[in-house]
């Protein structure tokens, strides 16, 4: 079974700090992971994909096969960060082409 | 920049009525998804389809719900027979191809069931 776990509903940070988003994962084969984000009022988006190894607007994400993890961090946070954050897990190997999201997490950057 | 549109924003209808809800994927695409998200719960996929046909469906799409391309450019979800528990936030999204690439999402349509 896919599942993807994001244990912080909320996440609330000041301004300049660190932040982390929690992301586990649950797949028995090699999965591809994706954080999407969705500003207020705004669709859904890819932030970044693991394939990648990129960062987009300095997040950044590894993939810990040992500790099935796929944490998104950026070292000092904004204010425009502030949106609905999903991690999400495809299991192409095995055929599939749907995305598994996790519950989202909510993270707040306070001025 | 190309977007997946959707269409209503919002659809309000009454238990047991059929609802058809739009979708117009970016037009080079050739996957096209449906996912909803109750309220505060997980997006859910709903069902994939390509070339013409359903490649991948969850066990939520059952019977009532089924999927068409009528047109070459419309990609419509219908729902025969709502229930009140069918009330969710119904994204469409398309991507170019399967493996490793990017969903595109439309905006959403809300569907309220009465």
């Known amino acids: 079974a896919q599942r993807v776990t994001q244990p912080e509903k909320l996440l609330s940070v000041f301004k300049g700090a660190p932040v982390e988003l929690k992301c586990n994962y649950s797949?028995?084969?090699?999965?591809?992971l994706f954080w999407y984000v969705q500003y207020s009022r705004q669709r859904l988006q890819l932030l970044l994909r693991?394939?990648s190894r990129e960062s987009i607007k300095g997040f950044t994400a590894d993939l810990n096969k040992g500790e099935t993890s796929f944490h998104l961090k950026k070292p000092f946070a904004q204010e425009e960060d502030s949106a609905m954050y999903y991690c999400?897990?495809?299991?192409?190997?095995?055929?599939?082409?749907?995305?598994?999201f996790g519950k989202g997490t909510k993270l707040t950057v306070n001025p | 920049e190309p977007e997946v549109t959707q269409t209503p924003s919002h659809q309000v209808t009454q238990m047991g009525q059929e609802v058809i809800l739009r979708c117009v994927p970016i037009?080079?695409?050739?996957?096209f998804y449906w996912y909803r998200q109750i309220l505060g719960q997980k997006v859910e996929f709903l069902v994939s389809?390509?070339?013409?046909?359903?490649?991948?469906k969850s066990e939520i799409f059952d019977d009532q719900f089924s999927v068409e391309r009528p047109d070459g450019s419309n990609f419509t979800l219908k729902i025969r027979s709502t229930k009140l528990e069918d009330s969710a936030m119904y994204f469409c999204?398309?991507?170019?191809?399967?493996?490793?690439?990017?969903?595109?999402f439309g905006p959403g349509t809300r569907l309220t069931v009465t």
């Open positions: 389809f390509y070339n013409n046909e359903i490649s991948e």
């Open positions: 999204a398309s991507s170019l191809d399967r493996v490793l690439c990017e969903q595109y």
């Open positions: 693991h394939i």
């Open positions: 797949y028995s084969g090699s999965p591809e």
């Open positions: 999400a897990l495809n299991g192409a190997q095995g055929g599939s082409e749907k995305l598994v």
């Open positions: 037009s080079n695409h050739l996957y």
